[in-house]
């Protein structure tokens, strides 16, 4: 759901990403990927520690007619190599990954990178740090009698407490 509402963002609103050089973290099936490359990014690193997730994302790739590029491996350590924009759907969903991700993703900002989040509410985003920059109504996969409407708030560091 993070990473719908993320694409959606990007989609709607191609200027973070257009002729800059991309990563999405923990891309899955590349959507969030595929958005940024439909939105105009001049490169598009998916990256996932799932070696199915990257035959995934590149059968998505090619079925969209996209180039983007997969990573296949644990990028945490790291500060998101040379991405200007770092785009991360649903991925503080537990305590532990949160532990890992959020300072990820703060060195990527500290280097001067765009960082966006998608989140679904999951209770492991620490709000002091990240603001909503956007909300979008995504719909619940089921049986149609259990269908449901999910808000899932795009988020941005508040550069002001990193």
């Known amino acids: 759901m993070g990473g719908q509402a993320l694409a959606r963002y990007v989609l709607d609103h191609p200027d973070i990403v257009a002729g800059r050089r991309v990563l999405d973290l923990a891309s899955g099936s590349g959507l969030v990927a595929i958005a940024a490359a439909l939105a105009g990014a001049r490169v598009v690193v998916a990256n996932d520690i799932d070696p199915y997730a990257i035959t995934a ?45 959020l300072p990820f993703l703060a060195r990527g900002v500290a280097r001067g990178a765009r960082v966006l989040v998608g989140d679904p509410d999951r209770g492991h985003v620490p709000r002091q740090f990240l603001e909503t920059v956007a909300t979008y109504r995504v719909p619940v996969t089921g049986a149609p009698e259990d269908a449901q409407i999910k808000f899932v708030d795009v988020l941005a560091p508040k550069l002001a407490d990193i």
């Open 57 to 101: 994302i590149e059968a998505n790739a090619r079925v969209n007619d996209v180039d983007v590029t997969t990573h296949l491996g644990d990028m945490l350590t790291g500060s998101g190599d040379d991405a200007d924009v770092v785009l991360a759907g649903d991925v503080l969903y537990n305590p532990s990954l949160a532990g890992a991700v």
